[in-house]
């Protein structure tokens, strides 16, 4: 997936062309972007898939005002994660 639309600090030890999976630019975009970068990551992956990564992630509770942040106001789901 191309990272180039999100801000650089996120990827910064990536190549531009770096090859990532989107289970691992969710992570990092939740954990480290801003909300414009959040837009793009829900513009860019289906709304389903953020959800299941979302849910599955070990870490979520450290970062469970970012997700919640992205379930109601840029997915706009009712989803508890």
């Not at 990827?11 to 090859?19: H, L």
């Not at 972007?33 to 992630?57: A, C, M, Q, Y």
């Amino acid at each position: 997936m191309n990272i180039t639309d999100f801000s650089k600090h996120i990827f910064w030890s990536y190549k531009d062309k770096a090859d990532i999976p989107p289970e691992r630019i969710i992570k990092l975009v939740i954990s480290h972007g801003e909300i414009s970068d959040f837009i793009t990551l829900s513009k860019r992956i289906p709304h389903h898939k953020i959800v299941e990564v979302l849910n599955n992630w070990k870490e979520k509770e450290r970062y469970k005002k970012h997700i919640h942040f992205m379930n109601k106001v840029i997915l706009r789901n009712d989803i508890t994660v």
